[in-house]
């Protein structure tokens, strides 16, 4: 008993100290970031902005899809220009690459405090420039982002260090190893539904693990994007990272472009469409490439459920972001059982939804971001009643101004909708329920593998098992069981899809690793006292028993059985020690005298 003791008390005073640690929070610094600018000014105009092509000139111009008030404008980089913050970055990169995790961590915690400090101010320069109310702000905002910096703090340098693998049974007395090395300068080609979030998403997987990042903001968020990356040259600063480790570019499309062909890897948000341009010119200079792309989830609700909890995460879900849909379900299905008390409820909730400039009351819904895309929308809707669906409610607006009334769209929900209308097939990023019956699970996961996007999906059920086994059984990379997008507060999970939706994954483990020279490394396990020497019958020149030998040292590594194997040995053995004792041809042997 007594040689128990002095462990029990190392161990307890252990504990202790562990726990001390963990309550005394770490000293953060402060940062200042000038937002003088950026607050609301009542004297703004209102902007008429150009549609289609002609609004790409040589300035980005920004204003708020709300209200139509002007923003200001960001001059559009040229090829050349482009190029210049590429060479900047890789510069700092070089300098950055040899930062320790400790000054990495810190970082980190600088910007979560400035964002815990500040959540209003960042919502409302979201509010402002995307049209979205300050609650989405905050869950698609804030939350993913404390997320995602909570979870490098604890983990990221885990997955960073060297992993050792087996080294399997031919290289026993090896080591085998995966180590993981910055790439360099990652460039990211970010959407406008998160202007914060997807800023700081790649930004921060980037700069953790050593790289660089020049991120082009959408034409559509460019405004509040430029402010955001404020707050992360404050933060650099702090921990006295290079200058130039971070940039945001502006522009239209030949920015975007030339960005693709300057970085070593590029992460892309967006449209299939230009996903496959990105793709085309990475090829040239033969970059990985990350592509998340569109998406048309499916919201699958079987009979057996709580109505009215599974009927308000419905909505929530398709009206996500200001009606936006940003990563918002887009196909509910709903078991006929149940499907007329569905609608009901989805019906009574939408009525009391209100829609109007979120900044300027108390309104569920802001505005739609991209200006034309109300128009999209509404034949969408037009297409589905064409073929025989039916309009079952639509909300309602607030006060809003003459000039802006094209930027808003009431939620509208959809009945009697099948897989012959575009709004089932085609990504709307709207505010719009169809809902569709189904009689079987079979039937369930049939519609909702019809499609050619394949981003995530919800499935819920009173059975967790039921609902799991049809989420098994549908065609796409993120899944929630009984909820909705809960996979994305997981940071430690990838994220990413299939099909039309892309490829490659963000967030987690696999997406810190997709910002490293991913390098396999062997060493000597027990070095030097065993070295590796290349057995005499395969030799140069090699013997006439050469390949009997490798027969026998394959057998002897890999027979089915001990057995097998150990006989295999035994041979192996004898070869090699009448080997050993063959004279050499052409030498003489000296007689014992």
Known sequence: MAFWWPLLVLAAAYALCRLLLFLIPPTVPSIDVDASDVLAKEDSFIYIPRKGKAAQTDKVQCYEPATMKYLGYFPALTPDEVKEHVEQARKAQKIWAKSSFKQRRQFLRILLKYILEHQDLICEVSSRDTGKTMVDASLGEIMTTCEKITWLLDEGEKWLKPEYRSTGRSMLHKRAKVEFYPLGVIGAIVS??????????????????????????????????????????????????????????????????????????????????????????????????????????????????????????????????????????????????????????????????????????????????????????????????????????????????????????????????????????????????????????????????????????????????????????????????????????????????????????????????ACCLVKSVVEDRFWPYIKTMIPKPIQYPVSEHGFEFQQLLVETLYGYSVWDRLRSLVNLVKMITEQNCTPTPGRRTKKRR
């Not at 940039?247 to 970085?263: D, K, M, N, P, Y």
């Not at 809003?400 to 097939?425: C, R, S, W, Y």
């Not at 519609?447 to 819920?460: Q, T």
């Open 192 to 513: 406008w539904n998160y202007p914060f979030h997807n800023v700081f998403n790649p930004m921060l997987a980037a700069v953790f693990s050593g790289n660089a990042a020049v991120i082009k903001v959408s034409e559509h968020a460019t405004w509040s994007g430029c402010f955001y990356f404020r707050i992360i040259q404050a933060a650099l600063s702090a921990v006295g990272a290079p200058e130039n480790l971070v940039h945001i570019i502006t522009g239209f499309a030949e920015t975007g472009q030339t960005l693709v062909s300057s970085v070593d890897k590029i992460i892309f948000v967006g449209s299939p469409g230009v996903g496959r341009m990105i793709m085309q010119k990475a090829s040239e200079s033969l970059i990985p490439v990350t592509l998340e792309l569109g998406g048309k989830d499916s919201f699958i609700v079987c009979e057996d459920v709580d109505l009215p909890n599974v009927v308000q995460v419905a909505v929530r879900a398709a009206l996500q972001s200001s009606g936006q849909n940003c990563a918002g379900a887009e196909r509910f299905y709903v078991h006929s059982d149940i499907y007329s008390a569905f609608v009901s409820q989805v019906v009574k909730i939408i009525k009391s939804i209100c829609v109007g400039p979120p900044l300027s009351g108390r309104y569920d819904m802001g505005a739609i971001c991209m200006i034309e895309h109300s128009e999209k929308l509404q034949n969408l809707v037009n297409d589905a009643l064409d073929k025989g669906a039916e309009i079952a409610v639509r909300g309602s607006f607030g006060n809003l101004g003459e000039d802006a009334v094209d930027q808003f769209f009431p939620p509208t929900v959809l009945v009697n909708v099948d897989h012959t209308m575009k709004i089932m097939q085609e990504e709307a990023f709207g505010p719009i329920l169809p809902i569709m019956k189904f009689s079987s699970d079979e039937e369930a996961i049939k519609l909702a593998n019809d499609s050619k996007f394949g981003l995530g999906c919800a499935v819920f059920s009173g059975n967790q098992k039921r609902a799991i086994k049809i989420a098994s059984q549908l065609h796409c990379g993120v899944a929630a069981i009984n909820d909705f997008a809960s996979s994305y507060m997981c940071q430690s999970l990838p994220f990413g899809g299939v099909k039309d939706s892309g490829f490659g994954r963000f967030a987690g483990v696999e997406g810190l690793r």
